[in-house]
């Protein structure tokens, strides 16, 4: 039997919207049951507290429990390719941080596209970095460490979490605005390098705010400038790197995202949620102790994945 035109079309309609219908009813009613949220490292890292923060919170606000995965190795590749290929239903979700924008760029044979393999959902937030010295320096600001760089050059000792880890980039990006010319010393992980630093064996590293201030207040360390735009809340007598080379930025990053093709319904709901937690006192301030402000507004992955493969690769940094 042949369908009258107008009839057939009504039927074709209603047939597509049926998908866009079930998800929305899907989010509505999400989560059912369990849901991962992948570390790409160890436990105990700022990622991890980061990841299980939320997922505690979002446990007890929607019923179900959001459990912590870590799955470390590869830098962040392993944890990663696992969201990517997990089902598209929301029930897996990843916690990324800047070691994912930089991997690929270390990385030549990924079996997966980390920028076209996610489904961006919500940024946690944004942490700056700042460039961190031992007391005993002689250099007491970022233009006299220039200065004393270019007239020692190959002589400073630049700690870091490893080769090709943010605090390295970080370096290499000062390293290459400034003119100047420091030994990388890569550590097994960023825990022993500010220890080291704090400890007078190397000279200066840059790390993450929330990492450095506590052995700044204990007098360990000294911050010679923060790697934001504008002078940072937390320390304002500290100038930013900025007022010396103009355009340095940098700057701890976190986010959820999830496997390609998780449907935009279920990505909203998560949003929200998420930027309900962001809200919460008890949420702001745990960030805060932690130096970072609660989201950014966007996810800004393309953009940062591409401007740290420009450093990477005009310092030739790879992995051994």
Do not use: C
């Not at 940098?250 to 319904?265: D, E, G, N, Q």
Request: glycine share 8%; net charge positive; no cysteine.
């Amino acid at each position: 039997m042949k369908l009258p035109r107008r009839q057939f079309l009504h039927l074709a309609v209603g047939a597509a919207a049926l998908p866009v219908v079930s998800h929305v009813a899907w989010a509505q009613s999400y989560p059912t049951r369990t849901v991962r949220i992948v570390v790409p490292g160890a436990a105990g890292n700022t990622t991890d507290i980061l990841a299980r923060l939320i997922g505690q919170w979002l446990s007890e606000r929607l019923g179900q429990p959001f459990i912590v995965e870590n799955r470390p190795g590869a830098g962040t590749n392993i944890g990663t390719e696992a969201v990517v290929r997990a089902p598209a239903d929301g029930y897996t979700l990843l916690l990324v941080a800047a070691g994912n924008l930089i991997s690929p760029s270390l990385y030549d044979n990924l079996n997966f596209n980390f920028i076209g393999g996610i489904a961006p959902v919500a940024s946690i937030y944004r942490a700056p970095a700042v460039l961190a010295v031992h007391p005993s320096f002689p250099a007491k600001s970022v233009p006299a460490l220039i200065a004393y760089a270019k007239a020692n050059p190959g002589k400073i000792n630049m700690a870091s979490g490893g080769v090709g880890s943010a605090q390295h980039v970080y370096g290499e990006l000062f390293k290459m605005m400034a003119g100047v010319d420091m030994l990388h010393v890569p550590y097994r992980g960023s825990a022993p390098a500010p220890i080291d630093l704090a400890a007078g064996n190397v000279d200066l590293m840059f790390d993450n705010l929330g990492v450095s201030l506590a052995l700044v207040k204990g007098g360990q360390l000294k911050l010679l400038g923060v790697a934001t735009s504008k002078r940072t809340a937390a320390l304002p007598e500290v100038p930013t790197i900025a007022e010396t080379l103009a355009g340095f930025e940098s700057a701890a990053w976190f986010a959820i995202v999830a496997p390609p093709k998780t449907p935009p319904a279920i990505v909203d709901k998560i949003n929200a949620d998420v930027n309900e937690a962001l809200r919460e006192d008890d949420i702001r301030q745990r960030l805060a102790q932690l130096s970072a402000a609660a989201g950014n507004g966007r996810l800004y992955m393309r953009e940062e994945v591409e401007r740290w493969h420009k450093v990477i690769k005009a310092a030739n940094v790879k992995l051994d």
